[in-house]
């Protein structure tokens, strides 16, 4: 009768390697997530501080524009164009962040957010080309200016929701 007899030296240089090759993968696909996770985190930080200058730049130009119609000057707050591009940059981060996370919340705000972006550029440009000609009218200036501010109250609280969850992703929480 022949027993099948298990050689555990051999097994044991055959095991050996094979662990190795295992642990070594296992560790580079957790480094690899984690890395991206890092990734995401510095993005995401660094896109919120940017929405806070952005905000700072937001209320600096509707303050200029409420100067500019109370005072009757017909040219654009010079800060208006750096608002004007900062917006390209936020909105391409906050793509960057949706794109890699596939978080659905994040891409509704944005495209929220892109239309109330479109919406307040449409006023401020509306307000500068057509109607600072018509201003003869007192309470046609404070109407403007209030029509104004409440929609850059509403543009700019809209942040906050996206602040939350940039906060999150740079803190490794999500």
Same mark, same amino acid.
């Given at each position: +009768? $022949?027993?099948?007899?298990?050689?555990?030296?051999?097994? =044991?240089k055959?095991?050996?390697?094979?662990?190795?090759?295992?642990?070594?993968?296992?560790?580079?696909?957790?480094?690899?997530?984690?890395?991206?996770?890092?990734?995401?985190?510095?993005?995401? !930080?660094?896109? /919120?501080?940017?929405?806070?200058?952005?905000?700072?730049?937001?209320?600096?130009?509707? #303050? $200029?524009?409420?100067? =500019?119609? %109370?005072?009757?000057? $017909?040219? +654009?707050?010079? !800060?208006?164009?750096?608002?004007?591009?900062?917006?390209?940059?936020?909105?391409?981060?906050?793509? %960057?962040? /949706?794109?890699?996370?596939?978080?659905? !919340?994040?891409?509704?705000?944005?495209?929220?957010?892109d239309?109330?972006?479109?919406?307040?550029?449409?006023? #401020?440009?509306? /307000?500068?080309?057509?109607? +600072?000609?018509?201003?003869? $009218?007192?309470?046609?200036?404070?109407?403007?200016?209030?029509?104004?501010?409440?929609?850059?109250?509403d543009?700019?609280? #809209?942040?906050?929701?996206? !602040?939350?969850?940039?906060?999150? #992703?740079?803190? /490794?929480?999500?």
């Amino acid at each position: +009768m $022949d027993l099948c007899v298990l050689d555990f030296d051999l097994a =044991s240089k055959f095991f050996s390697p094979i662990t190795t090759i295992i642990l070594a993968v296992v560790a580079y696909h957790l480094w690899h997530k984690q890395k991206s996770k890092e990734v995401i985190a510095v993005e995401s !930080k660094e896109l /919120y501080k940017k929405i806070h200058t952005y905000l700072i730049l937001l209320s600096q130009v509707s #303050y $200029d524009f409420e100067e =500019s119609v %109370i005072k009757n000057i $017909d040219t +654009m707050s010079p !800060k208006f164009y750096e608002f004007s591009n900062m917006s390209q940059s936020i909105f391409e981060s906050l793509n %960057i962040i /949706y794109e890699s996370k596939k978080d659905k !919340k994040l891409g509704e705000l944005a495209k929220n957010l892109d239309i109330k972006y479109a919406y307040l550029l449409e006023i #401020y440009s509306y /307000y500068y080309i057509l109607e +600072m000609k018509n201003f003869d $009218d007192d309470n046609h200036r404070l109407e403007t200016v209030k029509i104004l501010k409440d929609h850059t109250i509403d543009f700019s609280s #809209y942040f906050s929701e996206i !602040k939350e969850i940039l906060l999150k #992703y740079a803190l /490794y929480e999500k």
